[in-house]
């Protein structure tokens, strides 16, 4: 993964791990084994605020930084896009097998076991 | 009028043959011949319908669709948009209202297939951010990002120059590492072949006839054969029976959440059956001879609807 990336990852982490908004200062002290210039910092809560991924509030002079949504919310989304349950967004990925109703994993399972015990 | 009425018959036929084909047994036993059939379809279809409505309309300048058009234009820019030439003939505002109803179509099915790029592209883009700030690596598992979900899923990202494949942590729990292998095989046909590409113009058909049942139906059918497609990629590499295996357990783990309404057929076959069923039951491959055949059909379709559109009859 490219630098970039990964460091948007790392604040992401801060900032879902607080509970509480963080300034840039804040989230920049909170990844000091990486020594981060302030400007670096500054520019990956932007570039995640332009994703959409955090919200920020203005505090006095600065901003306060909060992710727009929790890391499970996220993975949910992810999960729901790829089991193509949403209307339009089928073509945009392509799930190895689609979700199914009770009754075709009920078939399913059914043939696993004929599968996984042969009749002798 | 000649050209008008050959291309409605060839349009209603594209209907009937769709339908035939949907049903047909040997599109699995040749899936990558199917998916071109069903595209030359789609394609004659199109150009058809189009072509009727503008041989039909554009019929008093006796020049043809191509020829027709050039004239129309002519006609138009000279008379200040008063169509001189159709206006005169006996059947004139229903002519008119043909060529208007062409153009529609052809603004229509265009508009839907960038309307379908943009939202396929917001979608790929959003979910690739989000993928890079909560996926994860494991070298255990190469070639596929890591998704911390309980529920079984493993699905291709496609992109110009970040194509992904990745796997839950559900998938993980119900495959073995054989099984898992044939998986990341299967995706990686998709993200090699370019998949996404080919099912596009299908699901921006459904985009431009959102509540037609045979448009949905059709674009199921294609979507299927391109899956059967991956398959054939896939059992290259790994073993049929893996790839079965591993169909199955995705299955029967079930996410029984599926929203009411999403796929109504129930009575069919599971697909993922007809797919398990060909993967362990191998079917004849279709032959040379019948696949030149199948290709020539569809080349000698496109080719006269491309000769009834300039054909000034």
Known sequence: MNRLGDLERAVMDVLWQRNEPLTVREVGRALADRDLAHTTVMTVLDRLAKKGVVARDREGRAWRYRPAASRENYVSELMIDALGETGDRDAALAAFVRSMNGSEAEALRRALEEIDEPRT | ?????????????????????????????????????????????????????????????????????????????????????????????????????????????????????????????????????????????????????????????????????????????????????????HEHAHLRQRHDLVLLPFSSLKRAFPHVRMVETHYRAVALLIEMCADDQARRERSPKELAMALLRFGASGTAHVPAGALAVTSDEPEVLTRVSRLLNPVQQLSRRQTTAVLSAAVALLGTITVLWSLPV
């Open chain 2, 1 to 185: 009028m000649v050209s008008a009425a050959l291309l409605s018959a060839i349009a209603i036929s594209c209907f009937v043959a769709a339908a035939r084909l949907r049903r047909a047994s040997w599109p699995r036993r040749g899936p990558y011949v199917a998916v071109i059939v069903w595209q030359v379809l789609g394609l004659a279809w199109g150009f058809s319908t189009i072509g009727a409505l503008l041989a039909f309309g554009l019929a008093p300048y006796g020049r043809g669709v191509v020829g027709g058009l050039v004239a129309l234009v002519q006609d138009a820019g000279t008379h200040g948009l008063y169509l001189s030439e159709i206006a005169g003939t006996s059947f004139g505002a229903t002519q008119v209202g043909a060529v208007i109803l062409a153009f529609s179509l052809t603004l229509l099915l265009f508009s839907g297939l960038v309307a379908s790029f943009v939202q396929v592209l917001r979608v790929r883009r959003r979910h690739h951010d989000l993928l890079g700030l909560v996926a994860h690596d494991d070298p255990e598992v190469p070639g596929a990002r890591i998704l911390d979900h309980p529920a079984a899923a493993a699905y291709c990202l496609p992109g110009v120059l970040r194509s992904e494949v990745v796997i839950s942590a559900g998938a993980l729990e119900v495959l073995d590492r054989s099984e898992l292998a044939a998986v990341i095989a």
